[in-house]
T-cell receptor, first 112, second 110 residues
């Protein structure tokens, strides 16, 4: 099976702009989670979608949003970008429960 | 206090050494425990997971969980330079979010 894919791999934006990141889970996986990874904070949970519904949410401001499509592909959107949003954004998929998650390579976002 | 705490290292060991990586967690409701390995510029890769106290072995890797003391360990036997990476522990409850430690950077030198 193909692994989790994320596009784009690298992105450079300026403050105030918005960005959309995409994630395609492993075939058959219905749960998609998003994480932000920074050197100082490590991996922080953003949200999880299961069968097109947000099932869990982390402690991030409303500028961070996501959605999941009927084919389980997911997108994450960040509006009004801030310098502190520069990070590696990782997507992970699992069959159902959140235990065995498989990660994609990530999208590295740089906000200037 | 973070729900999952992990010593960031870095940890530097010679090839062939036994490596011990450790985490503690605070939530007694956590049901499962994972170890991920992350190479530079890559996403985390699932190494091992377990639901119960005790040891779970997979090749050179042994995961150990002690629920009474809320302690999670990963042992690497006969460490290799290719084991050089950041190791992340994680824990959580089924259908709830997974909580990660900040990661321990390991370097195995020849």
């Amino acid at each position: 099976k193909a692994g989790v894919t994320q596009t784009p791999r690298y992105l450079i934006k300026t403050r105030g702009q918005q960005v959309t990141l995409s994630c395609s889970p492993i075939s058959g996986h219905r749960s998609v989670s998003w994480y932000q990874q920074t050197p100082g904070q490590g991996l922080q949970f953003l949200f999880e979608y299961f069968s097109e519904t947000q099932r869990n949410k982390g402690n991030f401001p409303g500028r961070f949003s996501g959605r999941q499509f009927s084919n389980s592909r997911s997108e994450m959107n960040v509006s009004t970008l801030e310098l502190g949003d520069s990070a590696l954004y990782l997507c992970a998929s699992s069959e159902g429960a959140i235990d065995t998650q498989y990660f994609g390579p990530g999208t590295r976002l740089t906000v200037l | 206090q973070k729900e999952v705490e992990q010593d960031p290292g870095p940890l530097s060991v010679p090839e062939g050494a036994i490596v011990s990586l450790n985490c503690t967690y605070s939530n007694s409701a956590f049901q499962y425990f994972m170890w991920y390995r992350q190479y530079s510029r890559k996403g985390p890769e699932l190494l091992m997971y377990t639901y119960s106290s005790g040891n779970k072995e997979d090749g050179r890797f042994t995961a150990q969980v002690d629920k009474s003391s809320k302690y999670i360990s990963l042992f690497i036997r006969d460490s290799q330079p290719s084991d050089s990476a950041t190791y992340l522990c994680a824990s959580g409850r089924t259908t709830d979010k997974l909580i990660f430690g900040t990661g321990t950077r390991l370097q195995v030198f020849p």
